[in-house]
């Protein structure tokens, strides 16, 4: 349903992640290599970034396709970032909600998108709108499965849940509401980046030279990336990355309790 992609490490230009790289999100917009679902991502797209010295992130977001925007590429160019999420769109209802549909999502000092969808919605998941607060359901920022799903995620960070407990709890969550749901997340603060594979593909690059790259598929055909399992929570920073299984909704713990992290070597 689209294809995303984050960063965080020494500060780059936007370009040498989203648009100079063979295969960059850029190009992913009409040719994916790897997207399960769908084959254009041309109903929108954003990219959020943190500026030096700003914990707040910059949006830039819009209806249509990547390609057709031409100041994009000139933007990406010259801007410069320590920390990125990107996104580009295959809409379920097109044209809906026009770019306030368009991940990223936003609040405070997270950056969220939503790589996948939720069959049945809206219905499938009228039972978990009685988990939010009105204020929570009134501000979704557009009336689509992702926004719902981020408003999930946001009520638990907000609650003072770290990062990958609130990804890995609203995806059992959703999960066990709409069986078949498709949740790759992906949320970064500016310093870390968190996100699950759940139905789709998830791929993570530890540079050689500082920085990780997390993204629905490679950029370019570097054999240092690594693809992430399916049902697995991804824990990164610039310099770490630590994968850990996700329980199904409803099995039990192993015996011997939770599952067990493991931690990528950077090679």
């Known amino acids: 349903m689209c294809r995303h ?39 929108g797209f954003g990219v959020g970034w943190y500026a030096a010295g700003d914990p707040v992130p910059a949006r830039y977001r819009r209806a249509g396709p990547v390609w057709a925007d031409l100041s994009f590429a000139d933007l990406a160019r010259v801007v410069r970032t320590r920390a990125l999420l990107a996104a580009v769109r295959d809409a379920t209802l097109s044209g ?20 996948g969808a ?8 009228a039972p978990l709108v009685a988990t939010l607060s009105a204020e929570d ?3 979704l ?24 407990q609130a990804l890995a709890d609203t995806v ?19 310093d870390t980046v968190t996100a699950t594979a759940w139905g789709d593909t998830l791929w993570y690059l ?13 950029y370019d055909d570097d054999p240092h990336w690594s693809e992430v399992p399916d049902r697995t929570l991804l824990t990164a920073s610039g310099t770490d990355v630590l994968l850990t299984p996700l329980k199904e909704p409803g099995a039990p713990l192993t015996p011997a309790g939770a599952p067990v992290p493991s931690r990528e070597p950077r090679t």
């Open 5 to 43: 992609v984050a960063y965080t490490g020494p500060e780059e230009p936007l370009g040498e992640l989203l648009v100079r790289p063979p295969h960059a999100l850029y190009r992913q917009s009409w040719a994916p290599r790897r997207q399960r679902y769908g084959t254009v991502n041309a109903d």
């Open 137 to 139: 359901v009134l501000s």
């Open 141 to 164: 920022e557009a009336r689509n499965d992702s926004a719902f799903v981020w408003a999930l995620v946001l009520a638990r960070l907000r609650s003072g849940d770290d990062e990958g």
């Open 172 to 190: 059992a969550e959703v999960a066990e509401a709409a069986p078949g749901a498709r949740l790759n997340l992906l949320l970064t603060n500016g």
């Open 118 to 125: 939720v069959p049945g919605w809206p219905g499938s998941l």
């Open 206 to 218: 530890a540079r050689p030279g500082g920085g990780t790259v997390v993204a629905s598929e490679p």
């Open 96 to 115: 809906a909600d026009a770019e306030a549909a368009a991940a990223p999502f936003a609040a405070g000092t997270w950056l969220f998108s939503h790589n």
